[in-house]
């Protein structure tokens, strides 16, 4: 039997200088020149799950509690959790290798069904304004803390993970897939002034890493 | 001026977020003894009130919550915070 090849819904125009596969994607590990920052990432091969049940506070991802408030977050030991509403929440697995999808009615894999990708670095956020009239910079909002609403015009859940007053920082960003490469050329094209770039995975882990206090 | 509403999980955001729902009619009437006069009254016939109204609302392009809030017909505002909120 032929092995299957899973595609990212997103496409750069920049060719990758390294890649692996991983679980049947092309992951691209660094690009040639990938600048001083900003950067955006695809990260469509990371693991998502969706977990739905009427007494949610009762379940435990990977052994993590559940924030109790709606755009809450919890990210750690690579697992990020956002609480979206009464009885749903979002897992995102950041790390190199994801836990099985746990034996629950409750949980649905979504990720070949969304774009996933990283918007970080210096100035990100003013590429983010050009882009939503969310308010990413929210003083109320602690990171890491979740946002859902129109980006591009296009319903997103958006995870704030840092943010400084100098507009610098990052998040996380996932939608439709059929979405994934207008999302792409519009993002690009607002961080041209910015010189936003396409990044790897190493630098985004090298990033995940920095705000989980792994190095 | 344009619309904002105060969605119960989002916080106040833009009007074109949201989808319209209607009126609330207040619960579905029982099904026992329900005539059909009185079960299309239910279903189509509104009041269309000339004030403070109060609706349905669905986030439609951010948590997918439905929600009932007060807005205000003749000026198009959000006249009191969702009924969640209180």
């Known amino acids: 039997m032929a092995d299957i090849r899973r595609q990212s819904p997103m496409r750069f125009n920049t060719g990758p200088c390294r890649t692996e596969v991983r679980d049947n994607w092309t992951v691209t590990l660094a690009y040639d020149d990938e600048g001083d920052g900003p950067w955006l990432t695809d990260l469509a091969h990371k693991i998502r799950w969706d977990l739905q049940d009427g007494n949610i506070d009762a379940v435990k991802p990977s052994g993590l509690t559940i924030p109790a408030s709606p755009g809450r977050c919890t990210l750690a030991g690579g697992t990020l959790i956002n609480r979206m509403n009464g009885t749903q929440a979002s897992i995102y697995h950041l790390g190199a290798k994801a836990p099985a999808l746990p034996d629950f009615a409750g949980y649905t894999d979504v990720s070949e069904s969304m774009v996933f990708l990283a918007l970080f670095g210096p100035g990100v956020f003013y590429i983010a304004e050009k882009l939503t009239n969310l308010d990413f910079m929210d003083p109320a909002g602690k990171a890491p803390f979740l946002l859902q609403g129109p980006f591009c015009h296009i319903p997103c859940q958006i995870v704030i993970l840092e943010k400084t007053p100098d507009g610098s920082g990052g998040f996380l960003l996932t939608c439709s897939r059929g979405y994934g490469d207008s999302m792409v050329a519009a993002i690009l094209k607002a961080g041209a002034e910015f010189n936003l770039r396409p990044a790897g995975e190493n630098r985004f882990d090298t990033w995940i890493s920095c705000l989980s206090g792994e190095i | ?86």
């Open chain 2, 1 to 86: 001026m344009a619309l904002t509403l105060t969605c119960p999980i989002c916080g106040k955001r833009n009007g074109y977020e949201f989808r319209f729902g209607g009126e609330d009619k207040g619960p579905r009437p029982p099904e026992e003894g329900l005539t059909p006069g009185a079960w299309c009254d239910y279903v189509h016939m509104n009041n269309c009130t000339a004030g403070v109204q109060k609706e349905w609302w669905f986030h439609r392009d951010g948590c997918g919550s439905w929600f009932t809030t007060w807005r205000d017909t003749t000026r198009n505002l959000e006249a009191e915070p969702p009924e969640a909120n209180k």
